[in-house]
């Protein structure tokens, strides 16, 4: 007979291992099913590692500017790209061999393979297709393999991959996708980043950081195209200032590949077409959802644009199979999913007043430098809707802690409701916002009103001030600028 749970997860990513956890947690037999590296895309490929590497360049650029802080340097500081790249491998795997134990800790059963979904309430795991090629991601002990297993309730989170624009597919060698770009064998002297979301500028930041003459290509007419436009204005002045060469309202029409570099035809605004020529080209055009062979169309499961549909607590169209985090739709981001696993999780264990996910109210980081964070609504998608908004702004340029850290380029910016003082949206350019980020979500989510903000004591010297600055000047009561 199959073996039988309360719970089957799809995928062992941010969302799915969360899930798997507070299914524990609740009492309900739970196993989960992954097919290469514990912790998925955001421990192994994305968020950790690149966190790493961002890391060894904002260190290389506090060492350039030493002289800054009135200290002396002896000698040059150079990258060592084996070393950086062997940090960022070394952080990921520490936290892959986390998620095994935290598995194991809460009794949660690893199935490990490939599922398909052939009935509602059972999995078939097949071989992997994609086995296990770091050493230093080594398969979790005492795992289950190959099989038939039940389930009433089945949750897939089976993440996203990188989406690739016809004739300019990655091929690993000329054209990256983030796997490449995270591991290069050695630093490129030259790159094309063609796409600047929040992958697309994170590594246009690192590599120049490294010394690598970056240009990126956005068909946009503003990089960060889902943040405000005011902020990524500043963003775009600052990665400029730091030798970015940065082309908007612009596509890559086609590409042509040499023995070790590619010429990018890029076509501006104007409609004439410019010849970029670099070593590499990374391609960070979006991501789109892993929903093939699990069996959706068979069952009847609805999907759109790549990726499975599904409700505010998880639920598809389909009784017992729920969707949670990137396969899930936008916004495609880590915490995002570990939410949706959590709520979709006490819904099945029947919690009373369980809260469907608010995706008005998920923030969104890019770690480059400058670092950018918002939560809610742009001031343009503000107006769009027919608001009537009051809006504040402080500059980091009026912040001594800003000041005194040398970092007092960056913009903090609210934006309310004018008839009832609710904060809609909070966009953020500077350093260290993508932890400031976190204490206007806070307030969004109590339903803070613009007075509880301006009652708020805000410790001093810090560059958490300029959050309330900038709200008091939404309301003309800005005290330092």
């Known amino acids: 007979m199959a073996e039988s749970y309360d719970v089957i997860i799809i995928g062992s990513g941010p969302g799915g291992y969360v899930a798997a956890i507070r299914a524990a947690q609740l009492g309900l037999k739970t196993a989960i099913v992954e097919r290469e590296h514990m912790g998925g895309i955001c421990l192994n490929w994305g968020c950790i590692p690149t966190k790493a590497l961002l890391r060894s360049a904002e260190v290389l650029d506090h060492a350039n500017h030493f002289k800054d802080f009135g200290l002396v340097l002896e000698g040059t500081v150079k990258p060592d790209a084996k070393a950086v790249v ?6 990921s795997a ?4 986390g998620v095994g134990f935290l598995m194991k800790k809460n009794k949660i059963d690893i ?20 086995p296990v090629v770091e050493p230093q991601h080594p398969l979790p002990k005492n795992v289950k393999g190959e ?4 389930a009433k309730h089945i949750i897939i989170a089976t993440g996203a991959r990188p989406r690739a624009l016809p004739g300019i ?24 980043v063609m796409g600047s979301g929040a992958i697309g500028i994170e590594f246009a930041s690192f590599y120049r950081s490294m010394g690598v003459d970056v240009t990126v290509v956005e068909v946009m007419p503003t990089i960060m195209p889902v943040e405000d436009a005011e ?25 042509e590949k040499g023995a070790g570099s590619i010429t990018a035809h890029v076509e501006t605004a104007d409609g004439k077409v410019q010849q970029i020529t670099a070593d590499r080209m990374i391609s960070a055009v979006g991501v789109q959802g892993n929903i093939e062979n699990l069996g959706l169309e068979a069952l009847g499961i609805k999907t759109d644009r790549g990726c499975v549909v599904a409700d505010g607590y998880g639920k598809t169209n389909v009784a017992g199979i729920y969707a949670i985090g990137d396969v899930a739709g936008p916004p ?17 264990a029947g919690l009373p007043n369980v809260h469907p996910t608010d995706k008005g109210k998920v923030p969104g980081c890019t770690y480059c430098n400058p670092q950018v964070a918002s939560v809610g609504l742009t001031e343009a998608k503000a107006k769009e809707l027919g608001r009537d908004i009051r809006v504040g702004r402080f500059s980091f340029a009026a912040n001594g802690k800003a000041i ?18 609710e904060l809609l949206g909070a966009h953020m350019v500077g350093a260290e916002v993508t932890e400031l980020i976190q204490g206007f979500v806070v307030a969004m989510n109590l339903e803070t009103t613009e007075e509880e903000l301006m009652h708020t004591i805000f410790p001093h010297p810090t560059v958490s001030e300029t959050m309330k600055e900038a709200v008091l000047d939404a309301y003309g009561r800005v005290l330092n600028a």
């Open 86 to 91: 062997g940090r960022s491998r070394a952080v």
């Open 94 to 97: 520490r936290l892959n061999a």
């Open 111 to 130: 199935i490990w393979g490939e599922a398909k979904i052939t009935k509602p309430g059972e999995i078939v795991v097949g071989k992997s297709s994609k």
């Open 147 to 150: 099989g038939t297993y039940t």
């Open 169 to 192: 597919e990655p091929d690993g060698k000329l054209i990256w996708t983030y796997f490449e770009a995270l591991k290069p064998d050695a630093l490129p002297k030259s790159l094309i």
């Open 231 to 255: 902020i990524t204005a500043i963003a775009r002045k600052q990665l400029e200032k730091r030798g970015l060469k940065i082309f908007t309202s612009a596509k890559v029409t086609k590409v």
């Open 332 to 348: 495609m981001l880590a915490h995002k999913a570990e939410h949706e696993g959590v709520v979709c999780v006490e819904k099945i």
């Open 404 to 421: 005194a850290l040398g970092e007092d380029q960056g913009m903090v910016k609210v934006i309310f409701d004018k008839k009832t003082g």
